[in-house]
């Protein structure tokens, strides 16, 4: 191989690794955050139909998560990841559910009594 040709090879090389370096790091800071709320959005989405159901069942909400879990027979096997505020019984739209982890990008999601979704940003 002549010494012309293993220079382009290596300068080549070093180029396409930079690219993939480069897009990872962009998707890592772009993507990434965007892709992990919404797959957190809609964890919460179903632990709310969980206590719409409930509610649906019993008349009221539940007191705490405990009772919520006793009702759906599950047992979590270490600690639960999402956070639950009785609400009061007045007509306001209240957060009722939090999740404990919050995104890379430092956003925490919770759920309103009504369904809508909200962000909290922590950092």
Not at 13 to 42: A, D, T
Not at 99 to 111: D, E, H, N, Y
Request: include cysteine; charged fraction near 30%.
């Amino acid at each position: 191989m002549k010494k012309h040709t293993k220079k382009v090879l290596f300068y080549t090389i070093g180029v396409f690794l930079i690219i993939i370096i480069g897009g990872i790091v962009l998707l890592r800071i772009y993507v990434l955050p965007g892709f992990q709320e919404l797959c957190m959005s809609e964890g919460i989405k179903g632990e709310w139909i969980s206590v719409q159901d409930f509610v649906k069942a019993k008349g009221t909400y539940p007191k705490d998560l405990n009772e919520l879990n006793t009702y759906y027979h599950y047992t979590p096997k270490g600690e639960d990841d999402i956070i639950y505020i009785k609400p009061n019984d007045d007509d306001k739209d209240e957060i009722i559910l939090w999740l404990k982890r919050s995104t890379c990008a430092g956003t925490r999601i919770g759920i309103r009594e009504s369904g809508l979704v909200v962000k909290e940003k922590t950092k």
